[in-house]
């Protein structure tokens, strides 16, 4: 596609439901990245890609996140159990050769009542 | 521990101006320093990158300026237009990563006025 595309682009759910989060990166990207971002605050790193592996997932806070890519391509992340502080816009980007320079979605604004 | 942080939480300059958005790090052996910016309800996106070995880098209106002596980095946008107005995040690689993983700044909103 002509850039990273996320869905939903809002989701609103009750505190203890699972949600998923999709991304679709840049064709032929072959690293992928998820960020979350708190109202009026900086982006926080969640975890990376490489192709399908994610040698990189430090950022996740907790057990209840979890994220997988497949085919290379498409990526998902799941959230069980929602909280409360788990309510933020979740930002996926995807990268070529230079890491540097991530492609942003616009992100889906996750909202947990 | 890693962080990096805004001096300013808002700018706001006249349209035409030249504008300067600070940034301070605190980890000395990142690779790189990148701005982004950021336009309301879309995702970030790049603006201008430096490498931990240079002092300066120029782009297209853009300059970045990085003293590591004092571990501050400053992104200067010449001629300053209405379509400037985004939050400017700052963001460092960690030197032992090259997972392409940023660390990011809380930004600073420039507001450009007509």
């Known amino acids: 596609g002509a850039g990273v595309s996320q869905s939903p682009s809002n989701k609103v759910t009750e505190k203890g439901k699972d949600v998923e989060l999709r991304c679709d990166p840049i064709s032929g990207h072959t690293a992928l990245y998820w960020y979350r971002q708190s109202l009026g605050q900086g982006l926080e790193f969640l975890i990376y890609?490489?192709?399908?592996?994610?040698?990189?997932k430090s950022g996740l806070p907790s057990d209840r996140f979890s994220a997988e890519r497949t085919g290379g391509s498409v990526s998902t992340l799941t959230i069980q159990r929602t909280q409360q502080e788990d309510s933020a816009v979740y930002l996926c980007?995807?990268?070529?050769?230079?890491?540097?320079?991530?492609?942003f979605g616009a992100g889906t604004r996750l909202s947990v009542l | 521990g890693e962080s990096v942080g805004l001096h300013l939480p808002t700018l706001s300059v006249q349209e035409g101006d030249n504008s300067i958005i600070n940034c301070a790090y605190s980890n000395s052996a990142s690779d790189y320093f990148i701005w982004y910016k950021q336009e309301s309800g879309k995702g970030p996106q790049f603006i201008i990158d430096?490498?931990?070995?240079?002092d300066k880098r120029q782009g297209q209106r853009v300059t970045v300026l990085l003293n590591k002596t004092v571990k501050h980095l400053s992104l200067q946008i010449a001629a300053t237009q209405p379509g400037d107005s985004a939050v400017y995040f700052c963001a460092e690689t960690p030197g032992s990563s090259n997972t392409g993983k940023l660390i990011f700044g809380q930004g600073t909103t420039l507001q450009v006025k007509p």
């Open positions: 980007a995807s990268s070529g050769s230079s890491k540097n320079i991530q492609y």
């Open positions: 430096i490498r931990s070995n240079m």
């Open positions: 890609f490489q192709g399908n592996s994610a040698p990189d």
